[in-house]
């Protein structure tokens, strides 16, 4: 299976975040899927990366998953890029990235991050909705972080400003077990 991961580049966060960052990181190299992420060597980013290298290494069922950086020219430029990486997309700017990563995954995970978090959530739940793809949006949700979206997303459908179940699009998930449960069975156990 091939994760795409959205998070911050931020550093200066609470520890919980890069804690379950790298239990996430290290789950999915573990367990020989791929990593496709933005290719960063800044936060967040960083640690998701350096962690899916380290489950890679510790693998027993023999499969080996690749780790692919989406990596916009301003990232290279400014001499950020995640290395060791298996393979580099490069793009132009942030929208084509986001674009990438979608395209390049199979599931979506959004870990706590800020304004490019959001903007990336919502790039993959508005292009389902009008149907360029089925992608589901897991949303894990370390430490309540993602509680205050959760509650705007209850009050745009309590006011009828989204059409159907935004739950159908969007997972709000509170532990590793339930982005596990969820990215490998594509629906709630």
Not at 102 to 122: H, K, Q, Y
Not at 148 to 158: I, R, V, Y
Request: proline fraction near 3%.
């Amino acid at each position: 299976m091939f994760i795409g991961i959205f998070c911050s580049a931020n550093a200066n966060i609470p520890d919980l975040y890069f804690e379950e960052t790298k239990r996430l990181g290290r789950w999915i190299g573990e367990n020989g899927h791929s990593l496709v992420w933005g290719g960063c060597s800044l936060g967040l980013m960083e640690t998701v990366g350096r962690s899916f290298l380290e489950g890679r290494s510790l693998g027993t069922d023999g499969s080996e998953g690749s780790l692919i950086g989406v990596v916009p020219s301003i990232i290279e430029e400014r001499g950020k890029v995640f290395s060791p990486m298996d393979r580099t997309i490069r793009c132009s700017n942030l929208s084509q990235r986001k674009d990438l990563i979608v395209e390049n995954s199979d599931v979506l995970i959004a870990l706590p991050g800020g304004i490019g978090t959001l903007d990336e959530i919502f790039t993959v739940v508005s292009s389902s909705t009008i149907g360029y793809h089925s992608k589901k949006m897991l949303i894990y949700d370390v430490g309540g972080f993602w509680q205050p979206l959760k509650n705007l997303m209850d009050h745009l459908e309590k006011e009828g400003m989204i059409r159907g179940d935004y739950r159908s699009r969007i997972v709000f998930c509170s532990s590793l077990d339930e982005i596990k449960r969820f990215s490998l069975s594509g629906t709630e156990d």
